[in-house]
């Protein structure tokens, strides 16, 4: 929860692009993994060590939460990594730890580090809730509760005050929006089973996304299924329930996405941020959520559903193997200098073309992941329409240009 | 000869490894990586040379196994 008593939006952060994104566009938390003991523990989508104090300086400057992914299964090899991890998070100034394992919780709480249990803990009911209030201030519950359920743990959190390790009521949390899988909680066997890549370990290699038949090996019948992708479901989006999410109790609403661009991040969290505004300021209305609902269908998703919340017997499965985006980004060109007096960045053309009136996407480690129409622009020092392979544009921009930065075209999927 | 090469950097600590070829492997307890023993490192990649073809099937086994595929294991 924030200050101000708003839910608290949480952003997914899988390296500075998707962190600055998240900034830009108003959350209030990030989490992230460093290194390799959490559920996302392949290298190009985490931070190293070294990076928890940049990427603490950055939130801080905007007063914006921090949360550390410590949440695989542990083995004896990795308790110390925990130690030090943990002890450098503290010296960072991290406001709290997402943790699963025992190991983790305690060795957090001998530091004096907030502690939030993961979602991979399976919290289903008030009792577990009391048990792990004894070490941590918030509670993800898991994520096949309904919405009555969540309710009704709350309700019993404020009426036996229950509280965590600071002394205020435990927070809950739930995931608002981005992928679900099939296993209970992510705790998944399939991917081990097939590839040795354990879930549990951050190694989930993905296979239920694909389209699998069912077949019996007595007679060898093959059965008819509607949609192949069985042990695919859609991406949870609740936006057009977040007044009943508040209702229930919810503090803290996760964003799913530590995989995902910089502008999924960027663009997701600026939806949450309007409706979880428009919700406190009365202005929550349909047209407002059919607008939300447009854009974020133009960023990743298997297609949407309402998750378990609304009391729904069985899962809507996606009918394809990858995203449904209405819109993709395509790779054209790399930021070369930035002009601070006049504001024009400089960029060089390296594939397809650019027109005036295309909307492009800029990314960067600092820049994170902007978004703007290319009102005008100079093609190799002369005012120009388009801009083609080899060619040296400039456009004036309201933001700073960095020679790490990229520029893509968006444009729509067919 | 057999020339094994770990590209530690991308380990997720596993354990496999180690499991399937424990001649090789080991699980640091400092950073919870696997250790291909009695390597040398350059850039990230550790890599060893040995005689001994015997070690051949369980470091492939290793390699195969590993869900990041950072074991190459090459018979010259």
Known sequence: ?414 | MIIITLQRPKCIGCNYCVELAPAQFQMSKKDGKAVLLHSVEKKGFHTIKLADENILEATLKASEACPTKIISVKQT
């Open chain 1, 1 to 414: 929860m924030t200050k101000d008593g708003k839910i608290e939006l949480m952003a997914p952060a899988g390296n500075f692009e998707s962190l600055q994104a998240a900034l830009d566009n108003g959350c209030d938390s990030v989490y992230f993994g460093v290194e390799q003991l959490n559920m996302r523990a392949r290298a190009s989508i985490n931070f190293e060590m070294n990076d928890l104090p940049e990427i603490s300086r950055r939130c801080k400057e905007k007063g914006v939460r921090t949360y550390l992914t410590l949440n695989t299964i542990i083995y004896d090899h990795d308790l110390t990594i925990i130690k030090t991890l943990l002890q450098k998070a503290k010296e960072a100034d991290i406001t709290a730890v997402i943790a699963m394992d025992q190991a983790v919780i305690m060795v957090a709480r001998s530091l004096g580090i907030e502690v939030h249990i993961s979602t991979q803990i399976n919290i289903t009911n008030i009792e577990t809730a009391k048990f792990y209030a004894m070490f941590a201030d918030t509670i993800v519950l898991s994520r096949e509760l309904s919405l009555r359920q969540v309710k009704k743990i709350y309700e019993q959190i404020v009426k036996d005050q229950i509280k965590g390790p600071s002394g205020n009521l435990i927070e809950i949390e739930i995931f608002g929006h981005g992928a679900l899988c099939m296993a209970v909680s992510g705790k998944c066997y399939m991917s081990l089973h097939a590839f040795n890549s354990s879930a549990n370990r951050g190694a989930c290699k993905q296979n239920c996304r694909k389209p699998y038949k069912v077949i019996d090996q007595e007679t060898g019948f093959e059965m008819e299924i509607d949609n192949e992708y069985i042990m695919s479901p859609q991406d949870l989006c609740t936006i057009d329930f977040l007044d009943k999410i508040k209702d229930a109790g919810v503090k803290v609403l996760k964003l799913e996405g530590r995989g995902r661009a910089p502008e999924y991040v960027a663009k997701v969290v600026k939806c949450y941020r309007e409706a979880i505004d428009s919700l406190e300021d009365g202005t929550y209305s349909k047209e407002k959520v059919n607008d939300w609902m447009n854009e974020l269908e133009k960023v990743y998703n298997r297609g949407f559903w309402s998750g378990y919340y609304l009391g729904q017997k069985l899962g809507a499965w996606s009918d394809g193997p990858g995203s449904q985006a209405t819109q993709k980004k395509v790779y054209i060109a790399k930021g070369m200098h930035f002009y601070p007096k006049a504001m024009i960045g400089e960029f060089k053309m390296e594939a397809y073309d650019l027109k005036v009136g295309d909307t492009i996407l800029i990314t960067g480690p600092t820049t994170g992941a902007q978004e703007l129409i290319v009102e005008e622009m100079f093609v190799n020092d002369q005012k120009g329409e388009k801009a083609q392979k080899g060619d040296l544009i400039t456009i004036k921009f309201p933001f700073r240009i960095r020679p790490s930065d990229k520029l893509y075209k968006i444009v729509e999927n067919s």
